[in-house]
């Protein structure tokens, strides 16, 4: 079973409201990943870090999305406006990198009303 | 760009009887594609079932088998004989060796497995 915990596991906001999810990567795993799948089963990569650091992130990530991974804390992503378009589920996914496999999360499914 | 497609579920399959879910892959920017087959069984998370990282291997795990076929860039699961507990969605995926090792994933495909 993944180590990988995220938190919380349904979270139900208005538009406009912030959301805000949280994860905490395997022990010691360097590198964090945050995916959105929608209602059609598409996934979405958003952004990884490696430590603290930010690897690559999608464009929509810029903007209303935001995301952390500090030394000694969890791992969040934040929406700071949501919008219907958000609902989805959101996995955060851990790695030791290069080709090493990827342990997800049980996900947070995110409902904007 | 770089994309996985799988077979369009749902797809339903008796018990005992032989299973092929297709997945083909499109890897433009990715020079030594990995691929990967994840489930998510009902009411858990996603895992990883089986994953091969060299073209011409083949990858299995619980009775699952797939072959990583360069030539017609395929990498499709098969099982001579599911059982129930083997309902699920199974995702097929596609990744880079590189360091972020960030992964693409197909739509997913349902099986039901009836008894």
């Known amino acids: 079973n993944s180590k990988v915990i995220q938190t919380p596991r349904y979270l139900v906001k208005g538009q406009g409201q912030k959301a805000k999810m949280r994860c905490i990567p395997e022990?010691?795993?360097?590198?964090v990943f945050w995916y959105q799948q929608n209602k059609n089963n598409e996934f979405k990569f958003l952004i990884n870090?490696?430590?603290?650091?930010?690897?690559?992130q999608i464009d929509m990530t810029e903007k209303r999305f935001s995301a952390e991974c500090p030394s000694n804390s969890p791992c969040s992503l934040e929406i700071q406006s949501s919008e219907a378009g958000d609902s989805a589920l959101y996995l955060c996914?851990?790695?030791?990198?290069?080709?090493?496999?990827?342990?997800f999360g049980a996900g947070t499914r995110l409902s904007v009303l | 760009g770089d994309s996985v497609t799988q077979t369009e579920g749902p797809v339903t399959v008796s018990e005992s009887e032989s299973l092929i879910i297709n997945c083909t892959y499109s890897?433009?920017?990715?020079?030594?594609?990995?691929l990967f087959w994840y489930v998510r069984y009902p009411g858990e998370g996603l895992q990883l079932l089986l994953k091969?990282?060299?073209?011409?291997q083949k990858g299995s795990s619980r009775g699952f088998e797939a072959t990583y076929n360069k030539e017609t860039t395929s990498f499709h699961l098969q099982k001579a004989s599911v059982q129930e507990s083997d309902s699920a969605v199974y995702y097929c995926a596609l990744g880079d060796q590189g360091g972020s090792a960030k992964l693409i994933f197909g739509e997913g495909t349902k099986l039901t497995v009836s008894s």
């Open positions: 890897a433009t920017s990715i020079a030594y594609p990995n």
């Open positions: 996914a851990s790695s030791l990198g290069g080709r090493n496999t990827l342990y």
């Open positions: 091969v990282i060299t073209a011409g």
């Open positions: 870090f490696q430590n603290q650091e930010v690897l690559q």
């Open positions: 022990k010691g795993h360097p590198v």
